[in-house]
C-alpha cells in the first residue's frame, strides 16, 4: 500500500481581483505503512493543503494522489469508504474536531459503527475502550462519557489519535498532532505513535513546524516553501546537510534549550 | 477596596517611599492569589492556590506549567480577564502600582486594561474582530489624545505602532481584516494592540505556541525589541521551555495551581530543585536529544509530584459537589 501524489497543484482564486494562488504546485512525494514521513515548512507553504489533498478533502486542480495505485478521483463510493478506513486523519485543533456535544464514548463509537470495524454493543464498547487505552487514556471508563470541554488539551489530542487508530488504519496523516501540547504529554504521543509503527505497521504523514520533533522520530523529510517541495530526503540528510537556502535558514531559526 | 490615594496612603505604599504610582515599588506584586473556576453544572474546580509572585519594572518573568497547572488563569487574574461569571472566584492579593485589584470595580480594571496592563494570546482569532479592519482595531487602543484624522487607516499613530510590531507595508495592512493576514502577522498585530497603550505591563500568553520556528523567532525577536524600547515589563506564559528561557529574566515553575519553584531563569532551567521541574526538563530535553528516548512523566511518578504537591487528584474534585 502507497499513498501518493504526482504534480499535485492546488489553485485557489483570490478573492479580489483575478489573482490565483497556488497553494500547492508540483508536489510529488509519498509514504508507505510503517514510514515515518515529515513535511516541514512555515505557515502558508502550503503543508496544510497538501495533507488535505493526500486526505482527499481537497480534490487537485492537476496531478492526481493515488492510493495501491488508483487515483483518488476515479474511486467509485466503496473505493473511497475503504480509503477513508485505511488512511486516517488527525488534524491541528482538537477543540475544533470534535462534537462539544458529543462525549468521547460517542464520538469514537460512531465510526467504529459507520465503518463496520465492530458490531454489537459490546463488541464496539470493547473497541472504543481498547482504543482509549492504546493512547494512554486509561482507564478508558472514566473517559467515555466526558465531553470534550471536560478534557485537557493533550487529552482531546489522544482522543483523535484514538480515533484514528481505532479504525486500524495503514497511514495517519497528522497535521501540526503535537505541536500545542505540554513536553511529557508530546513525548508520549510521539513514543504511541512509533509504537504503533512497530506494533500494526502504520505510516505517517506528520505535518510539522517543530524541528526538533522531525529531527527524533522522523525517516525522510519534504521541506516545503511557497506550495512547492523544495527539498526532501531522510531525515538525518537534511538536518546534516541541508541544502536549499530555505532548510538551512529553518534549521537556523530553532530554538532548543541547551 | 484600597484605593491608593496620596493623602492616605497604606503602610506599604509609604514604606516604598515612592508613593503610588512611584517607580521604586515592585509593578507588580501577587500574594496568595486563589482562583477556582467552574467546570461543569455544579462541578469547581481550585485552577490557582495560593500563588504569589512579582515583577519589578522593566523585568521579563516567565511562567512555565502543562496545560491545568494554572499557569494561564493565573494571567488572565492579573488583567483582570477571568470569565464575568459568580462562580469564577479570587481570592488573595493583586497589587498593580500598589493599587489592590482583587475586589476592584470593573471601572478600575478597565482603567488598569486601557494603559497599565496589555494582553497578547495564543489564538488572535478569538481575540480580532473579524468584521473590523486591523487599522481600526489598532486605533481603539490608542489614547483618544494621540489619535488624528478621521480615518484609522491613515492615522499616523496606528501605522507607527503596527511598524513597531515589525510589520511592513503598513498602510496596505491598516486596510484589511484578519482573515486575509498569516499567523504570523496576525501575532503582530495583537502586539500592537498591546502595545499602542503603552502600558507598565505585557501578558503574553502562549504568543507563539502556534506559529513555525522562522516566524517564532521574528515575533519574539520583536516583542523583544518593543518592551525593550519601551521598558515595558513582560509576563511571558508558555509551555515552551526553550522560548521562555530565551526571553526572561526569571521564571516561576507552576504545577497543579501552585508555584513550586521560582529564581533566575538560568539557575533554574541549570539546578531544578523541584521534583516536577526535573521532570519536565527530562522529557523536554528527551524530546530534543538524540541519543536520549523519548520520556513522558509515568504515572507513578505523576502520583508522587501530585502528592508533594498537595494536588487533589480528579475524582475527588468531581465528588466534591
Do not use: C
Amino acid at each position: 500500500m502507497i499513498l501518493e501524489t504526482e504534480s499535485a497543484t492546488k489553485v485557489f482564486r483570490a478573492r479580489r481581483g483575478s489573482g490565483q494562488v497556488a497553494a500547492v504546485q508540483d508536489a510529488t512525494m509519498k509514504v508507505v505503512p510503517g514510514e515515518f514521513v515529515a513535511i516541514v515548512g512555515e505557515s502558508g507553504s502550503g503543508k496544510s493543503t497538501l495533507a488535505r489533498i493526500l486526505l482527499g478533502l481537497t480534490p487537485v486542480t492537476t496531478g492526481s494522489v493515488r492510493f495501491d495505485g488508483v487515483a483518488l478521483a476515479e474511486m467509485d463510493r466503496a473505493q473511497l469508504r475503504a480509503f477513508r478506513g485505511h488512511v486516517q486523519a488527525v488534524l491541528q485543533d482538537p477543540a475544533g474536531s470534535l462534537n462539544p456535544r458529543k462525549t468521547v464514548g460517542t464520538a469514537i463509537g460512531e465510526i467504529v459503527r459507520l465503518h463496520g470495524v465492530a458490531r454489537g454493543r459490546d463488541a464496539v464498547h470493547a473497541k472504543i475502550v481498547e482504543a482509549l487505552e492504546l493512547v494512554g487514556l486509561a482507564p478508558a471508563e472514566d473517559f467515555l462519557t466526558r465531553y470534550p470541554a471536560q478534557l485537557s488539551g493533550g487529552q482531546r489530542q489522544r482522543v483523535l489519535i484514538a480515533r484514528a487508530v481505532v479504525l486500524d488504519p495503514q497511514i495517519i496523516v497528522a497535521d501540526e498532532a503535537v505541536s500545542a501540547l505540554d513536553a511529557s504529554v508530546k513525548a508520549g504521543v510521539l513514543r504511541l505513535m512509533s509504537d504503533l509503527t512497530e506494533r500494526l505497521g502504520v505510516g505517517y504523514v506528520f505535518i510539522t513546524h517543530d524541528l526538533p520533533v522531525v529531527k527524533k522520530v522522523a525517516d525522510r523529510v519534504y521541506v516545503m516553501k511557497s506550495g512547492e517541495i523544495v527539498e526532501s530526503g531522510p531525515t538525518e540528510q537534511i538536518f546534516r546537510d541541508p541544502q536549499h537556502p530555505y532548510t538551512q535558514t529553518l534549521l537556523a531559526s530553532e530554538l532548543v534549550l541547551t | 477596596m484600597t484605593t491608593a490615594t496620596p493623602t492616605v496612603p497604606d503602610e506599604r505604599v509609604a514604606a516604598d517611599a515612592g508613593g503610588p504610582g512611584g517607580s521604586s515599588g515592585p509593578l507588580l506584586r501577587v500574594s496568595d492569589l486563589a482562583v477556582s473556576l467552574p467546570t461543569g453544572p455544579r462541578r469547581d474546580i481550585q485552577a490557582v492556590r495560593s500563588v504569589s509572585l512579582q515583577v519589578d519594572r522593566g523585568e521579563r518573568i516567565g511562567i512555565v506549567g502543562e496545560s491545568g497547572s494554572g499557569k494561564s488563569v493565573t494571567g488572565r487574574a492579573i488583567a483582570g480577564l477571568l470569565p464575568p461569571n459568580p462562580r469564577v472566584r479570587v481570592a488573595g492579593s493583586i497589587r498593580i502600582d500598589a493599587q489592590e485589584m482583587i475586589g476592584a470595580p470593573a471601572k478600575a480594571w478597565e482603567r488598569i486594561r486601557s494603559h497599565a496592563v496589555g494582553m497578547i494570546f495564543q489564538d488572535p482569532l478569538t481575540f480580532l474582530n473579524p468584521v473590523m479592519k486591523i487599522g481600526s482595531q489598532v486605533r481603539e487602543s490608542i489614547h483618544p489624545d494621540r489619535r488624528s484624522g478621521r480615518n484609522a487607516g491613515k492615522d499616523p499613530a496606528v501605522l507607527e505602532v503596527l511598524e513597531l510590531a515589525g510589520l511592513t507595508d503598513v498602510a496596505a495592512l491598516a486596510q484589511r481584516f484578519p482573515h486575509e493576514l498569516s499567523g504570523g502577522m496576525r501575532q503582530r498585530v495583537l502586539i500592537a494592540i498591546a502595545i499602542a497603550k503603552r502600558p507598565d505591563l505585557i501578558i503574553a500568553d502562549e504568543p507563539t505556541t502556534a506559529l513555525d520556528a522562522t516566524v517564532q523567532r521574528h515575533v519574539l525577536a520583536t516583542l523583544d525589541e518593543t518592551v525593550s524600547r519601551m521598558d515595558t515589563s513582560l509576563i511571558l506564559i508558555s509551555h515552551d521551555l526553550a522560548v521562555v528561557a530565551s526571553m526572561t529574566d526569571r521564571i516561576y515553575v507552576m504545577y497543579g495551581g501552585r508555584v513550586v519553584e521560582s529564581g533566575a531563569t538560568g539557575d533554574v532551567l541549570k539546578n531544578p530543585r523541584h521534583l516536577y521541574t526535573q521532570s519536565l526538563l527530562r522529557s523536554v530535553r528527551s524530546l530534543t536529544d538524540e541519543h536520549t528516548p523519548l520520556w513522558s512523566i509515568p504515572p507513578e511518578l505523576r502520583r508522587e509530584i501530585d502528592a508533594l504537591v498537595g494536588r487533589p487528584d480528579d475524582k475527588e474534585a468531581d465528588s466534591d459537589s
